[in-house]
């Protein structure tokens, strides 16, 4: 049934596990790579939101959260349901760490992203 996946995403067990999610999570956009300020509130763009991976258009699950990554609401909203946007650029010293740019590593923030909770074949 179309529309299917939203029903399930609307309910106040899916809204619970989304803010557990986003209490819990890296600060780290999984699309972007920036710091996500969590203090911020929606509608900011800046905002924290839980990205689907697995878009729920493409047939992603609702409750699936190892398929969610937290990110930017503007970041999120630019993505909408593709699957092929903002792949980050891996390191090119693999040994980084998540996050921000290290003394080390002079690629910046861009090159630093977390790891995946779900790895998708591009």
């Known amino acids: ?23 819990n999570a890296e600060p780290w956009c999984g699309i972007c790579g920036a710091e996500v300020d969590k203090t911020l509130k929606w509608p900011h763009p800046d905002s924290p ?17 190892k398929a969610w990554q ?7 909203r630019d993505k909408s349901d593709r699957l092929d946007y903002g792949q980050p650029t891996a390191c090119p010293m693999l040994h980084c760490p998540p996050g921000p740019a290290t003394p080390e590593c002079p690629y910046g923030p861009g ?9 998708l074949a591009w």
């Open 70 to 76: 937290l990110a930017h609401l503007h970041c999120n």
């Open 111 to 119: 090159f630093h992203w977390p790891k995946p909770t779900v790895r």
């Open 1 to 23: 049934m179309a529309g299917e996946h939203r029903l399930k995403a609307n309910g106040h067990r899916y809204r619970e596990a989304k803010a557990r999610f986003v209490r």
């Open 49 to 65: 939101s839980v990205d689907h991976v697995i878009p729920l258009a493409k047939g992603g699950d609702a409750m699936d959260t």
